[in-house]
């Protein structure tokens, strides 16, 4: 069963990296797109970025614009999310999603993806 598995959460101070990655668990993997949302304690989950897999067209939320990067590998089945100048705000569980066809929602809508990996958590203190 195709399954998506996050990883590269964790702790780090404002201003500082990190680099979530996503990965197929099969070697079959072609969807329409792939994204990251997130969800902060307390509020609903929001549409980070996504990136459609073969004509690797990005988008992103304006409150992430300029700071992070995603990117794929479609010869590895993985989907990265380079996040910089990281901010308090950031912090959430992350969570990797894809389409795998094309159902006529917007790029930053839940609806449009239906497979999810688990999460993983994104902490920004000092």
């Known amino acids: 069963q195709l399954q998506l598995v996050e990883s590269g959460g964790g702790s780090v101070q404002p201003g500082g990296s990190l680099r979530l990655s996503c990965a197929a668990s099969?070697?079959?993997?072609?969807?329409?797109?792939m994204g990251w949302f997130r969800q902060a304690p307390g509020k609903e989950r929001e549409f980070v970025a996504t990136?459609?897999?073969?004509?690797?067209?990005?988008y992103y939320a304006d409150s992430v614009n300029g700071r992070f990067k995603i990117t794929r590998d479609n010869a590895k089945n993985t989907v990265d999310l380079e996040m910089n100048n990281l901010k308090p705000d950031d912090t959430a569980v992350y969570y990797c999603?894809?389409?795998?066809?094309?159902?006529?929602?917007?790029?930053?809508?839940?609806?449009?993806?239906?497979?999810w990996g688990q999460g993983t958590q994104v902490t920004v203190s000092s």
């Open positions: 990136i459609r897999w073969t004509v690797g067209f990005t």
């Open positions: 999603a894809a389409a795998s066809s094309f159902n006529g929602r917007s790029y930053n809508s839940e609806g449009r993806y239906d497979l």
């Open positions: 099969t070697r079959t993997f072609s969807p329409y797109s």
